[in-house]
């Protein structure tokens, strides 16, 4: 079992930042990835960034330019920092384990860009 924890989001004015972390515990394999997705309201749910062990990330378009994902894999975490939000960013936000046999989801985190 892999257990996930996000934390960071919030309430942000358009234009803003904020910093996402998810932190992962238990049998984590060596080669993975993690990825962020997220879902608003009345919408499914989307991908916006995966970073695999000594592989560039990738991004949506959506974010691309905007949005960075890093990882400490000395701490098993993954953040997602995010820059120039907007209103369409409004969403949760919920971080994704995976590896060659199982994934694995956090709860998620809301964040919301308004003024």
């Known amino acids: 079992q892999v257990q996930l924890v996000e934390s960071g989001g919030g309430l942000v004015q358009p234009g803003g930042s904020l910093r996402l972390s998810c932190a992962a515990s238990g049998r984590i394999f060596s080669i993975n990835a993690m990825s962020w997705y997220r879902q608003a309201p009345g919408k499914q749910r989307e991908w916006v960034a995966t970073?695999?062990?000594?592989?560039?990330?990738n991004y949506a378009d959506s974010v691309k330019g905007r949005f960075t994902i890093s990882r400490d894999n000395a701490k098993n975490t993954v953040y997602l920092q995010m820059n120039s939000l907007k209103p369409e960013d409004t969403a949760v936000y919920t971080c994704r384990y995976s590896d060659r046999y199982r994934e694995y989801w956090g709860q998620g985190t809301q964040v919301t860009v308004s003024s």
């Open positions: 970073i695999g062990i000594g592989e560039r990330p």
